[in-house]
T-cell receptor, first 109, second 113 residues
Framework: GQNIDQPTEMTATEGAIVQINCTYQ??????LFWYQQHAGEAPTFLSY??LDGLEEKGRFSSFLSRSKGYSYLLLKELQMKDSASYLC??????????WGAGTKLIIKP | IAGITQAPTSQILAAGRRMTLRCTQD?????MYWYRQDLGLGLRLIHY???????GKGEVPDGYSVSRANTDDFPLTLASAVPSQTSVYFC????????????FGAGSRLTVL
């Protein structure tokens, strides 16, 4: 079966750096996505990786290793507004999105 | 403001009742999707539509139906609600099927008693 694994919850301190990991086992691969979802709100797109390596976008970076079935989302200079759930999703060989359950990130002052 | 509008925001429903969740987008996106989100699980695709006039089944279609009469609207109907359909429902759209970015609506929280 297809599977996306990410930690259920993480805690970090304001101003620090946090890395949220995602491992996947899917039938084929056509890209990996990270979405941010604040409590009670809609998910919003953060990043897309289809080739190995690091994609940087401001304070957020996303890394992909296709051979390891692994990605991480790196958040720098954490702010209180970064408290949210972070969803990892993979597009499989049928171009269907498979979603992880999300990682709830708690930022403490 | 361009985006997706879902209604109702929240609803409590008796089991056995019929319910339609509405979804309207003003971005002229071709593809639209309905997902459900349950605690501890990833988003699960219920139904999708690649273009007006066509629909397809997702991962968990049983008990749900959709229609796509035009580009903007994509309602989701529960013919006879059951408690296991208690969930948060998200409508989403993308420029085209297979496009990389989904835009989500704010969600509809449905409780079936």
């Amino acid at each position: 079966g297809q599977n996306i694994d990410q930690p259920t919850e993480m805690t970090a301190t304001e101003g620090a750096i946090v890395q949220i990991n995602c491992t996947y086992q899917t039938s084929g691969f056509n890209g990996l996505f990270w979405y941010q979802q604040h409590a009670g709100e809609a998910p919003t797109f953060l990043s897309y990786n289809v080739l190995d390596g690091l994609e940087e976008k401001g304070r957020f970076s996303s890394f992909l290793s296709r051979s390891k079935g692994y990605s991480y989302l790196l958040l720098k200079e954490l702010q209180m507004k970064d408290s949210a759930s972070y969803l990892c999703a993979v597009k499989d060989s049928n171009y269907q999105l498979i979603w992880g359950a999300g990682t709830k990130l708690i930022i403490k002052p | 403001i361009a985006g997706i509008t879902q209604a109702p925001t929240s609803q409590i429903l008796a089991a056995g009742r019929r319910m339609t969740l509405r979804c309207t987008q003003d971005m002229r996106h071709n593809a639209m999707y309905w997902y459900r989100q349950d605690l501890g699980l990833g988003l699960r695709l219920i139904h999708y539509s690649n273009t007006a006039g066509t629909t397809g089944k997702g991962e968990v279609p049983d008990g749900y139906s959709v229609s796509r009469a035009n580009t903007d609207d994509f309602p989701l109907t529960l013919a006879s609600a059951v408690p296991s359909q208690t969930s948060v429902y998200f409508c989403a759209s993308s420029v085209a099927s297979g496009a990389n970015v989904l835009t989500f609506g704010a969600g509809s929280r449905l409780t079936v008693l």
